[in-house]
């Protein structure tokens, strides 16, 4: 555990030195952008629409009680949603998709030797190949939880106009209801920690691949996986820190 630690810890120290030329590190940085922002957008929306379409829903009935205030439905439906489900579940959404994406390219360049012939050329490849990815999920990824909390919200406005168990009217006060701008800043830290360490850890075990094409597959596959241990590991700590 410890020597994985310092190679994880060193393998950062190393991607974050002085860049040779900024203009190449730019260039990939902007497509790395493209790629996990852009190439992600859709599986996010769809997800996000969906989640809040269901959690509205579920809410309204377990609380269809005349004791109860149908706004209630919508408070919880927003709180539920910036908390918990479009951050954490868009950054385990973003782990399958972007994390194996990483892992398998980096792998790929290791077992083919195109890693070994960048440090023959004397480029600093942790530098060129992992920190524009890490600096783009840092970028990105809370954009794209920005989107989710959006259409998420959105979706549950959708699922009242269809279900009618709870009006609109209503569902629009409880969204506007004893709002606390803490859930603001515990999405944005979560969606942040999430987006580091889904590029962060798949690059690692991309970066360290050994073997053939299965190896690479499986380096894939145990980025997704120690990524999504993580991510729920690092929403405990910092919902129970910050709330």
Sequence with gaps: MFHTLGRYLILLRLSFRKPEKFSVYWAEIMREMTSQGIGSLGIICIISVFIGAVATIQVAFQLSSPLVPQSIAGSISRDSTILEFSPTISALVLAGRVGSSIASQIGTMRVTEQIDALEIMGVNTPGYLISPKIIAGLTMIPLLTIISVALGLSGGYIACIVSRNIS????????????????????????????????????????????????????????VVFSCIWILFADLVISSTLL
Excluded: H, M, W
């Excluded at 830290?189 to 991309?206: H, R």
């Design 168 to 223: 609109p009217t209503d569902y629009i006060v409880g969204l506007r209801d004893s709002f606390n701008p803490i859930i603001v800043t515990v999405c944005a830290v979560k969606s942040i920690a999430f987006g580091f360490i889904i590029t962060s850890v798949c690059s690692y075990f991309g970066f360290y691949t050994s073997g053939g094409a299965l190896e690479v597959g499986q380096s894939a596959t145990k980025g």
